[in-house]
């Protein structure tokens, strides 16, 4: 065949197998937030200061195997009505670091809020969460990502400079993924 | 409408031989191009000056003969007399309008008469101002042949525009009030408008001196514009404050905006309510002091299109330059690939070629993904060109570019504007081929030894292409995608319906965990999204066919399914170049 596709890349080259979030976002983490030990989140930069919220694998969310509601209603603002406007992401809900976007409701009836760690602008919520919640504890870093939020460029590339990264924060969980 | 009895008319009022014609309502091109000997048409046989006597004297002749029709008007007490008198500044010449009733005859009779006391400092026409008096064209002819010697149009043919003084409208204004008034049942819409005039005569000369044909603007695309100022203007259209006053006293609220008071626009308004004994209590006619000038000209070629269909070969390569913060992220893009044989073709400044390129294309692939099979359509519009490219041309500008072995254009052609609506149609109507290199990177539930390697059977291979999610025929996959993270930040947040009409997937024997996809896809798809699913924003995506976790490692468009460059009507006429001065 001409040109045939196979031989237009290199397979030897492991680059080209990195997951959709390795290609296009750089991993941040936030450890114990409002000083509760593993109450960790990730960040995901992308180059275009779009920024994926997370749960980090550290979260002690995931040592607990019990069933879970997510609850998008924080206060009086529900978050899943969230709705952003033309290009300049109009109306959409503002966001400081310590602002919830969501609840997880343990069936025990105790929860926990993921706080989503940086200023910026609500885009979208993961609505597969509302009728799949159980994403968040299988693909916590890729389809059980929470929300979609942008920044400016500015605080976008601060907020990213002085958080750990992906090296950094292993060295602190100590421990292997 | 006695033409004679209008000519003389015309003359005894101080109009030129073209302008005469004009008022006539002459519409015959030749009449302008010569018309000095048109004009014997309308002299009597017994004129004592016959015109061929006195053939490069014609602004003189025309000029004596209206003060001979001057001075038979004057001994009538006519308006027309009025003007004469203060052309040479009588100003106790007080209108009189309508006081005596001068028919053709009388003015005939007396044509013969010299009036002494009558004598124009310059023969310039009143109504013209000399915009088409030959006399005045030489330095026209050289300024446009300056500009275009150095521009070099190889076009051999040209259209002509003429920017005439606004005053000229206020003087056809008077001319036409005073035909009204002696011949009631003249219409004045019968006038032919200068720039037609001008065309005609001057056009034509100016032809011969740049050695190109004059041809309508509708179909030459070298258009050659004159811009002629008359010094008085200001002074004259001062008139039509007291013709006007209404007008211009709301228009001269705006005080600031003094110059800028008489447009085309307000002059032609404030000339619809004007009456000749306005115009003429004002001296509208007055003989000009000076002649209109030739200030400048301006020569600009339309912009010509050229179509053609780009292979893009590399998968490191933009369509456009990519820069980032002001610099560049990949040193080189389709488009410059293309311009660069251009701009030497046509000599432009490599600076210059941003300005005068311009790249339109139907849609736009990645970076990373290549374009193969006939390419992708595009088309380029080049502006103010010197010439179209000559096929043996497009032909080395084609290889050039596809000697650099990233573009392959194979052929190029010239289209019109209008056949660039197809292309942006087609960019979003069009159906898309693609080639897809996969990789399976998850067991499905039915791969029995889920502790073995990955591998793609034809099982999977089979549920992918019965796979279908609608009941349409057209269509196999609908898909919901939402925009591409990748382009979120610029773009509005949308769920959009697009549909994969057609999908085969195949093995690739020698790399067990890879497979191949070929499929066609409605404008707009996002392919990629589809293939990773892009977090569950894309669905469904590949992975609900294969019932295993799928990513795409490369991707090809196969062909965009849009007939381009257009099927050829009559091709445009092969341009010869001119003939060489000299
Ligand atoms: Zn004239």
Redesign the interface.
Same mark, same amino acid.
């Given at each position: 065949m001409e040109y045939n596709i196979l031989d237009s890349i290199d397979l030897n080259d492991k680059s080209i197998y990195k997951s959709f979030t390795d290609r296009y976002f750089s991993k941040r983490y936030i450890l114990n937030v409002d000083g509760i030990e593993n109450n960790d989140i990730m960040l995901m930069f992308h180059s275009n200061r779009i920024t994926l919220l997370c749960l980090a694998p550290s979260h002690f969310f995931f040592k607990n195997p019990d069933k879970y509601n997510l609850n998008f209603t924080i206060g009086k603002v529900d978050r899943l009505s969230n709705l952003v406007k033309g290009k300049g992401k109009k109306g959409g809900q503002m966001l400081t670091p310590k602002s919830t976007i969501c609840k997880v409701e343990w069936n025990d009836g105790t929860s926990f809020d993921i706080p989503c760690g940086m200023k910026g602008t609500l885009i979208e919520i993961n609505e597969n969460l509302v009728n799949n919640p159980e994403i968040l504890r299988e693909q916590p870093d890729s389809d059980g990502f929470i929300a979609i939020m942008l920044s400016s460029i500015a605080n976008s590339e601060a907020t990213k400079n002085e958080l750990l990264n992906h090296e950094e924060y292993l060295k602190r969980v100590n421990c292997s993924i | 409408m006695d033409q004679k009895a209008i000519y003389k008319f015309c003359k005894s009022l101080g109009c030129c031989e073209a302008c005469c014609l004009r008022y006539i309502g002459i519409k015959h091109p030749n009449a302008y191009e010569n018309s000095k000997n048109y004009v014997t048409k309308f002299r009597e046989e017994n004129d004592l000056e016959p015109i061929s006597t006195d053939k490069n004297m014609t602004i003189d002749v025309s000029a004596h003969t209206s003060e001979k029709n001057g001075a038979s008007i004057s001994s009538n007490v006519r308006n027309s007399d009025e003007i004469c008198d203060k052309s040479i500044d009588t100003k106790e010449s007080i209108t009189n309008k309508g006081s005596t009733e001068v028919d053709t005859a009388v003015l005939d009779s007396n044509d013969s008469v010299s009036p002494p006391h009558k004598k124009r400092k310059l023969n310039v026409c009143v109504s013209c101002l000399g915009v088409l008096q030959e006399d005045n064209w030489q330095e026209c002819y050289q300024m446009v042949k300056e500009i275009l010697d150095k521009k070099g149009y190889e076009c051999n043919t040209f259209a002509c525009a003429l920017s005439a003084p606004i005053a000229t409208l206020l003087r056809e204004k008077a001319v036409t009030l005073h035909l009204v008034d002696e011949f009631p049942q003249y219409d004045a819409k019968v006038l032919t408008p200068l720039k037609e005039a001008w065309k005609w005569s001057f056009g034509v000369k100016l032809g011969a001196y740049i050695n190109k044909i004059l041809d309508s603007g509708a179909i030459s695309p070298l258009l050659i514009t004159v811009n002629i100022d008359y010094v008085d203007e200001l002074q004259e259209l001062e008139i039509l404050k007291t013709v006007s006053p209404q007008l211009f006293a709301e228009r001269s609220k705006q005080k600031r905006r003094f110059v800028t008071e008489f447009t085309r626009r307000s002059v032609e308004q404030a000339l619809e309510l004007a009456t000749l004994w306005s115009l003429s209590a004002a001296d509208a006619l007055r003989a000009p002091h000076s002649r209109a000038a030739c200030v400048g000209a301006a020569c600009a070629h339309a912009p010509i299109f050229l179509a053609g269909r780009y292979i893009k *070969?590399s $998968?490191n390569l933009p369509q456009s330059p990519w820069i980032l913060e002001g610099r560049r992220v990949l040193p080189s893009s389709v488009q410059e690939i293309i311009f660069g044989p251009l701009t030497k073709c046509y000599k432009f400044d490599p600076e210059d070629a941003d300005r005068r390129f311009k790249f339109i294309a139907a849609g736009r692939e990645d970076v990373d993904v &290549?374009c %193969?099979g006939d390419g992708r359509p595009f088309a380029i519009e080049i502006s103010d060109p010197t010439r179209q490219l000559t096929a043996e041309e497009m032909k080395e500008v084609c290889e050039e570019i596809s000697n650099g072995g990233e573009v392959i254009v194979k052929e190029m052609s010239p289209i019109s504007k209008e056949d660039l609506v197809q292309l942006k149609k087609g960019e979003e109507t069009k159906s898309k081929t693609y /080639? #897809? @290199?996969c990789?399976k990177l998850s067991h499905s539930k039915f791969d029995e030894d889920h502790n073995a390697p990955i591998r793609v059977t034809q099982e999977d291979i089979d549920r992918i292409n019965s796979y279908t999610n609608t009941t349409s025929k057209e269509v196999k996959i609908a898909l919901q995608q939402?925009t591409p993270? &990748?382009? %979120? +930040? $610029? $773009?509005? @947040?949308l769920t959009r319906s697009r549909d994969i009409l057609e999908l085969t997937a195949t093995l690739?024997p020698e +790399?067990p965990q *890879?497979f #191949?996809l070929r499929l066609r896809t409605s404008a707009g798809t996002y392919v990629k999204e589809w293939a +990773? !699913? /892009? @977090? !569950?924003r894309s669905a469904p995506a590949l992975a609900a066919a294969l019932r295993a976790r799928a =990513?795409l %490692? #490369?991707l =090809?468009v196969r062909a965009v399914h849009l007939a381009w460059p257009p099927a050829r009507r009559a091709p445009p006429a092969p341009r010869a170049p001119p003939p060489t001065t000299s």
């Open positions: - | *070969l $998968r &290549r %193969l /080639e #897809a @290199l990789i939402k993270i &990748r382009v %979120l +930040h $610029r $773009r509005p @947040l690739i +790399h *890879l #191949a +990773h !699913g /892009e @977090l !569950g =990513d %490692l #490369a =090809d």
